[in-house]
């Protein structure tokens, strides 16, 4: 079988109030899935693409939940591992239009413990793109390992590179996470990075400084919340302003803006077409308390 896209990455249950409203008020909530890279996987899958997503999950009903949604929106997960000994990770979404407050509990769960045991599974080789983020090499040191190795075969194999910065604080410091980060950049052919976390990793204030700071991948992609996103290929570069959407809370719309800047870059489309289809995608997500909205 072939691919358009491979995913690898952690994917945890995901709690949240059934209405946007904060957890502190909430009486009812929903039970979800979320991960930066399945969400891209989903909505590439919900677009028509054939997208693979690779994890460990633990050998519980939250783990078979998650693996269960993933399958279920047409993404391939033949290539999960479930853990008997490691369990599923879980997260609260806290929405607030002024910034999302995400709550983890994912201490030593089965995802931190993927490491390059994982690669004679992930279909690089038969795969035009290999999507990764910043988040998986962040959770343990067997995870960077582990990316490390599939970058390393997708240049073997001469497929792409996409890689979102997707920097945590809470998972590791600017100290260590912004060298570690700007390693992996220049190994990526596809990067996306937001304005403001390139600033707390590297001192960037401009689109053109974050550009000229990752000058090692040939294209970067710099988000700019409400006021847009500017992609930098070689010397080019294209900006497309952000759309006005009465901001629900913002998390996974980054995941969905790689997803639709993806999708179109799959099938051939201008450089104007991939940051469109960007805003259009993580505009339904911004507007709304779920990570992942269907539809084009």
């Not at 890279?37 to 939250?62: H, I, K, M």
């Not at 090499?137 to 970058?151: F, G, H, K, R, Y």
């Not at 060298?179 to 190994?187: D, E, M, N, W, Y």
């Amino acid at each position: 079988m072939t691919y358009d896209v491979a995913t690898v990455g952690e994917s945890m249950v995901m709690v949240t109030p059934a209405r946007p409203e904060p957890l502190v008020d909430a009486t009812e909530l929903r039970l979800e899935v979320g991960g930066a890279e399945s969400n891209v996987a989903l909505q590439l899958s919900a677009l028509g693409y054939r997208v693979s997503w690779t994890s460990r999950l633990g050998d519980d009903p939250f783990g078979h939940r998650v693996n269960r949604t993933i399958g279920g929106g047409g993404v391939d997960t033949s290539s999960v591992v479930f853990d008997p000994t490691g369990r599923t990770g879980i997260y609260f979404k806290d929405p607030d239009p002024g910034g999302t407050r995400v709550h983890y509990y994912r201490h030593e769960s089965a995802a931190t413990r993927m490491g390059v045991e994982l690669l004679p599974s992930i279909p690089i080789s038969s795969s035009r793109i290999v999507h990764l983020s910043g988040i998986t090499p962040s959770l343990s040191p067997s995870c960077a390992e582990l990316i490390d190795a599939v970058i390393a075969e997708a240049h073997r194999n001469d497929v792409l590179v996409s890689f979102d910065v997707n920097y945590r604080p809470a998972l590791w410091p600017v100290a260590v996470a912004a060298p570690a980060l700007g390693r992996i950049v220049a190994q990526s052919d596809i990067v996306f990075v937001g304005r403001d976390e390139a600033k707390v990793l590297w001192g960037t204030t401009t689109a053109e400084q974050v550009r000229s700071r990752l000058s090692g991948a040939p294209r970067v992609v710099v988000k700019d919340a409400e006021v847009g996103a500017t992609e930098f290929l070689g010397a080019t570069s294209t900006f497309v302003p952000s759309p006005h959407v009465e901001v629900v809370e913002a998390v996974g719309a980054g995941d969905a803006f790689a997803a639709g800047y993806l999708s179109a870059f799959l099938a051939g489309r201008s450089s104007i077409d991939c940051l469109q289809l960007g805003h259009d995608l993580a505009a339904r997500v911004l507007v709304a308390v779920s990570d992942f909205i269907p539809g084009a």
